[in-house]
Structures are given as C-alpha cells and as structure tokens.
C-alpha cells in the first residue's frame, strides 16, 4: 500500500501503510518534505500492523522537521504499536491517540 497523503487548510493528514518499514521511506519523505507550510501533521496508523526502527527513525525526523514539534501527532494507534512506542518513550516526544 502507498502512503496516503490529504492537505486540509493548515493539517497534514498522513496514512501509513499495514507495515511502516524502511521500504516506505521515499514516500514517507516525499509525503512530508512538500510540506513545509502545515501547521500540524496528523500521522495515522489504523492500518499498522507492524513498525521497525528505520520507522521510528522516519517520525523523529518528522518531528525535527516540523515547524511546531509539538504539532505532529499520531492517530488511531492500535494497543501492540502503542507498546512499542512506549518502549522507546515516543509518549514523551509525540501526543499520541490510541484505537480505544
């Protein structure tokens, strides 16, 4: 699956794929480097299933590069992903909003 990338006003809504590895990196980069203007990323993980470290690595970068670190938040993230967030403290680095 492709990375789905909607522009809505200031917000940057990006769809991960079911396996967010370092195989998605160009198009990670590419949804966010055109970017520069949003004001907020919206990074939604529905549909992981599984996230590797070159991942993790994509979202630190995306967090650098964001006008307001604060503004990139990751959506609908499911209980295994949110464990693995955990463990490399993302809670502390991203506002994250899991599937309930």
């Known amino acids: 699956m492709d990375c789905r990338v909607i522009k809505d006003g200031g917000t940057v809504y990006v769809m991960l794929p079911n ?5 998605f990196r ?3 980069r590419a949804a966010i480097t055109g970017n520069p203007t949003a004001v907020k990323y919206e990074v ?3 549909k992981v299933e599984r996230i590797d470290s070159a991942a993790l ?3 630190l970068m995306l967090r650098e590069g964001a006008r307001d670190q604060s503004s990139v938040v990751l959506t609908n ?3 295994n992903i949110y464990k693995m967030l955990q463990l ?7 506002k994250i909003q899991t599937i309930a």
């Open 19 to 23: 396996v967010f590895s370092f195989d």
């Open 26 to 28: 160009d198009e990670f």
């Open 44 to 46: 939604d993980f529905q």
């Open 57 to 59: 690595g994509m979202l």
């Open 77 to 79: 993230v499911g209980p």
């Open 88 to 94: 490399v403290n993302f809670q502390k680095l991203f």
